[in-house]
Each structure stands twice: as C-alpha cells, then as structure tokens.
Nanobody, 115 residues
C-alpha cells in the first residue's frame, strides 16, 4: 500500500511563501504522476498542481503563476513551492498520485494564510 507523508505547512501572512514536501513510499514513484490537492471543510478536495512522471506540469487556474510543483525521484519526494499566498489558499494540503489512490490519503499539512 502506497503511503504519503506531507510536511511544511504553517501560518504565513498574505504575500508570503511556503514550501510543502511529500515523501511517498513504494517502488513505482518515478513512474507515477503526482499531485498536490487541497481541501477545506465542507468542500470537495481539489487538485491544485500535477507533475507527470517525465516532469511536465499543470496547475489550477487559481494558483497558476504562484505555485510550482517539482519532484525528486531519488528521494521519492514531491514539493510544492507556494508564493504570493492569499487568504483563499488556506486549506489542508495533501499529496497523492494523479489519479489519486483513495485508500492512501495521508494526514495532510495545514496552511493558514492570515491577513
């Protein structure tokens, strides 16, 4: 069973930056597309950034130009650099494969952007 452990969240002021990290278990990581997702209470989880196995990326319109996803296959890790943060970015952030393995959601990492 693949597992994901997210870290790097915290409290940041509007306009600030954070870098999230995710370590994945499993031997197929280098072949997997990976995504960063976020969810606030009462709303559906949304995909905000996606990186394919060969490195190309896609972003939700709401974060395009501010967030950057990257990966290090040697470390089974995926990262999300978040710049110019806004209050609406406040959420719990998760990583998972894309498409996600629904039985493998981790605990996520809380990002709170204060104004």
């Amino acid at each position: 069973q693949v597992q994901f452990v997210e870290s790097g969240g915290g409290l940041v002021q509007v306009g600030g930056s954070l870098r999230l990290s995710c370590v994945a278990s499993g031997s197929t990581f280098s072949r997997d597309g990976m995504g960063w997702y976020r969810q606030v209470p009462g709303k559906q989880r949304e995909l905000v950034a996606y990186i394919r196995s060969f490195g190309t990326t896609d972003y939700a319109d709401s974060v395009k130009g501010r967030f950057s996803i990257s990966r290090d296959n040697a470390k089974n890790s995926v990262y999300l650099q978040m710049n110019s943060l806004k209050p609406e970015d406040t959420s719990v952030y998760y990583c998972n494969r894309m498409p996600p393995v629904h039985s493998s959601w981790g605990q996520g990492t809380q990002v709170t952007v204060s104004s």
